[in-house]
């Protein structure tokens, strides 16, 4: 149980694109969901928190227009980076919360190459 | 905010040796500490976790110690094995296990056949 799938889990595409990542809870729901990067050989850095049903919460520096996160059912929540480039390709990983206060759970990431 | 530290950041113990990653962290109110054990390209996995109201907790072969006076905590390996290599990160967080995480900067743990 607990299963957290992300979609894409690669994707390659040209500077100026913009790119939606899913992050779906596949056997749960999850009220909560939150959205990392990781770049090569460095540390998670949590991007931003997504809340069902409200406008998500931005950790300082992450730019909220450049990566739109929209958590609009208790399953699914997305984050859109608008206008890609070079410097946005990274590792993006999201985790969801159960409502039953368990652990988050994390997806498998995506692997994302702008060109 | 709050701040993670981890240290070291490569760590080769040889086969069967035991190995500690420790950490430290600057919010005084943090009360959940995981540790996490990420192979290449996956996802993170939750190995171990510690809450602020426990000194110590142990699974197997797996240890975390906390110290909330000098606001540091520690993973044992015991009886390391080469699929025990990964990266490892510690984490910490205010609101418990359902609240955002600040991670550590990883440690990366050979373990030699």
């Known amino acids: 149980g607990a299963v957290v799938s992300q979609h894409p889990s690669w994707v390659i595409c040209k500077s100026g694109t913009s790119v939606k990542i899913e992050c779906r809870s596949l056997?749960?729901?999850?009220?909560?969901m939150f959205w990392y990067r990781q770049f090569p050989k460095q540390s998670l850095m949590l991007m931003a928190t997504?809340?069902?049903?409200?406008?998500?919460?931005?950790e300082q520096g992450v730019e909220k227009d450049k990566f739109l996160i929209n958590h609009a059912s208790l399953t699914l929540s997305t984050l859109t980076v608008t206008s890609a480039h070079p410097e946005d390709s990274s590792f993006y990983i999201c985790?969801?919360?159960?409502?039953?206060?368990?652990?988050?759970?994390f997806g498998d990431g995506t692997r994302l190459s702008i060109l | 905010g709050e701040n993670v530290e981890q240290h070291p950041s490569t760590l080769s113990v040889q086969e069967g040796d035991s190995a500690v990653i420790k950490c430290t962290y600057s919010?005084?109110?943090?009360?959940?500490f995981p540790w996490y054990k990420q192979e290449l390209g996956k996802r993170p996995q939750l190995i171990i976790d510690?809450?602020?109201?426990?000194g110590e907790k142990k699974d197997q072969r797996i240890a975390v110690t906390l110290n909330k006076t000098a606001k540091h905590f520690s993973l044992h390996i015991t009886e390391t094995q080469p699929e025990d290599s990964a990266v490892y990160f510690c984490?910490?967080?205010?609101?418990?296990?359902?609240?955002?995480?600040?991670f550590g900067q990883g440690t990366t743990l050979q373990v030699k056949p």
């Open positions: 985790s969801a919360r159960p409502t039953n206060n368990q652990p988050q759970h």
């Open positions: 056997d749960f729901q999850a009220t909560t």
């Open positions: 997504s809340n069902e049903g409200s406008k998500a919460t931005y």
């Open positions: 919010d005084s109110a943090s009360n959940y």
């Open positions: 510690i809450r602020s109201n426990v």
């Open positions: 984490a910490a967080s205010t609101t418990g296990n359902t609240g955002k995480l600040i």
